[in-house]
């Protein structure tokens, strides 16, 4: 994401215009929305190179594309995340379409989504499905680093499996994707939470517990205390950590299917070498959860350090009107890994192989079939455009990052030759045979 953030939005006419010193008017100059970030062309490679790892643990996992849209109807995630949830009361960007007064929201997140795509296309009606999906979130938050308002996500779910081994599979491939990364100081917390009736149980004991500390409760807790008892466990505010620490434990309380799931699933953990901690607390900011829920977390990006997060939502597609459909899934932060992959050193290009330099009429000609011929071969080649000296077209040859220059003038036509100049290692130039340019051009490939 670019690293200018904005300090805030301007709200800007949508004809704005002001005047210039000369009396002239001039346009005012449009910003990006706050909390939403360009991705510049030299940023874009680890984000590339992030997506790609991904795509490719995705496939070894037999996991498959679904793109669902960007604006689904409100209602959907209102009752899939839930009306008590910090991204339905406060996060979501909501409007009414202007056409025809329907209510849309932009997609905070894209397991609803995902599920509602299932239903609608009987996705689950012969098997169970493996799928992915990755792309821009939407939540109304105040942006810092590693929180902003448009966010992108990789998305995995797997539908219409009960589990434990789907749960184990998708944190095996997160540990798998941080490996292919090469992202150190990465950890796993995992949880239960129960079945429904666990959960109605512990609800009861919760509030119980809460009440009688009824005065370190700040306004949120308080008026989640009976909507939503579960999230008080997630609080930050200082007073009530000692009521936190000292409240029932649902992972204590929960029944025996839920307990032999969550067996299962520590038991394929342990088989797979993955070091987990069992966080009582982990309860997530989402309500579509029960059973298995899990965090992979860093104590590199400060408060933001979560990068993945997941779990089970067998209730989800019911509640959706569908069938009832078992299903676990997890999202990642791809700023948060990019923002990670940078701390710590990480770098990714996207140089091309060559830069072509021309100058003439009959170079330019050559230039361009020597540069279709090098991607022929599969090669990324720029020719150069907008004329200029030979010598401004080398500073743009260096500044690229190509590996080498083509250089192409009245003598190279003639001779039917090209002059190839190693840009990153110290080798002489030399008058390559078209023919052989582009193994010799590739013998420089980084
Ligand atoms: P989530 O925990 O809300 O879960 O988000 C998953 C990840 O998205 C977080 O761990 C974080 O890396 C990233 N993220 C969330 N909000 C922001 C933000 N404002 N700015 C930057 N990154 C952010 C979900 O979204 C669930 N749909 C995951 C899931 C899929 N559960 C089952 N299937």
Not at 37 to 62: C, H, I, K, S
Not at 177 to 205: F, Q, Y
Not at 404 to 421: C, P, R, S, Y
Request: glycine share 10%.
């Amino acid at each position: 994401m670019s690293t200018t953030e904005k300090p805030g939005s301007q709200v800007i006419s949508p004809r704005g215009s002001d005047t210039a010193a000369g009396g002239a008017p001039r346009a005012t100059r449009l910003q990006a929305v706050r909390g939403m970030n360009d991705v510049l062309p030299d940023e874009a490679p680890l984000w590339q190179r992030v997506e790609d790892a991904a795509r490719t643990v995705f496939a070894q996992y037999g996991y498959r594309n679904l793109r669902v849209p960007v604006v689904e109807a409100t209602a959907l995630f209102v009752r899939g995340i839930g009306d008590a949830t910090d991204i339905v009361e406060k996060e979501m960007y909501t409007f009414a379409d202007r056409l025809n007064g329907d209510s849309l929201t932009l997609r905070p997140e894209a397991t609803a989504g995902i599920v509602r795509a299932a239903i609608e296309h009987s996705l689950t009606y012969e098997r169970p499905q493996r799928v992915w999906t990755m792309g821009p979130m939407f939540r109304h938050e105040r942006p810092q680093k590693g929180r902003y308002r448009q966010f992108h996500q990789l998305d995995a779910e797997a539908l219409g499996f009960e589990g434990p081994d789907v749960d184990a599979e998708q944190i095996m491939m997160l540990a798998r994707l941080w490996k292919a990364l090469g992202l150190a100081d990465v950890s796993l917390k995992i949880n239960s939470i129960g079945d429904a009736d666990d959960r109605l149980r512990h609800r009861a004991l919760l509030i119980e517990h809460f009440e009688r500390h009824r005065d370190v409760l700040d306004a949120d807790a308080e008026r989640r205390l009976h909507a939503n008892p579960l999230r008080l466990l997630d609080s930050k505010h200082p007073p009530m950590q000692e009521a936190i620490r000292l409240a029932p434990r649902l992972i204590d309380r929960i029944g025996a299917p839920a307990r032999a799931h969550f067996e299962g699933l520590t038991a394929a953990l342990d088989a797979a070498g993955i070091a987990y901690e069992v966080d009582a607390r982990l309860v997530r900011g989402l309500d579509y959860y029960n059973r298995t829920v899990f965090e992979w977390v860093t104590g590199a990006l400060g408060a933001q350090g979560a990068i993945a997060g997941g779990g089970r939502y067998d209730g989800l597609a019911a509640l959706l009107g569908g069938k009832p459909m078992p299903a676990c899934g997890y999202a990642c932060g791809i700023e948060r890994l990019v923002l990670l992959l940078r701390e710590q050193g990480g770098t990714a290009h996207d140089a091309p192989l060559a830069y072509v330099a021309h100058a003439g009429d009959a170079a330019a000609r050559m230039a361009l079939a020597v540069a279709e011929s090098l991607r022929d071969r599969g090669h990324a080649v720029v020719v150069h455009a907008g004329g200029g000296s030979l010598k401004s077209q080398m500073k743009r040859a260096d500044a690229s990052g190509a590996a080498v220059a083509l250089i192409i003038g009245d003598d190279e036509v003639a001779a039917g030759t090209v002059t190839l100049k190693p840009l990153r290692v110290a080798a002489p130039q030399s008058a390559v045979a078209v023919a052989d340019v582009a193994a010799r051009a590739a013998s420089y490939a980084a």
